[in-house]
């Protein structure tokens, strides 16, 4: 199962930038997604995660308030918002999807719990 990412880019810190992954319909309707983010030798984090039917979000403790995830099930796409962004924000984003059931209101936070991964896009933060 392939999951497309875009929206990575280089931007200046205080800028804002849109991440999208888009999924095959029969794996993303029965599935919560979720944001990882992985910076040079440090581990892969947890971002945020939305449930199947986008009605609950979760989101790491560290990435309140600047991170917004949201998904659109007409679309077959999941997008997490960045604002406010900062050097230390520089990483490697990766989206995941871990199929359930389509009535699922469960989010996966942990890394191991997720079936299928994109690819990566790149997000590089200036100061």
């Known amino acids: 199962v392939q999951l497309v990412e875009a929206g990575g880019g280089s931007v200046q810190a205080g800028g804002s930038l849109r991440l999208s992954c888009a999924a095959p319909?029969?794996?993303?309707?029965?599935?919560?997604m979720g944001w990882f983010r992985q910076a040079p030798g440090k581990e892969r984090e947890f971002i945020a995660g939305i449930s199947v039917s986008g009605e609950r979000t979760s989101y790491a403790d560290s990435m309140k308030g600047r991170f917004t995830i949201s998904r659109d099930n007409a679309k077959n796409t999941v997008y997490l918002q960045i604002d406010s962004l900062e050097p230390e924000d520089t990483a490697v984003y990766y989206c995941a999807a871990d199929v359930l059931f389509s009535t699922s209101i469960y989010i996966p936070e942990a890394a191991f719990e997720y079936d299928y991964w994109g690819q990566g896009t790149q997000v590089t933060v200036s100061s």
């Open positions: 319909n029969s794996t993303f309707s029965r599935s919560a």
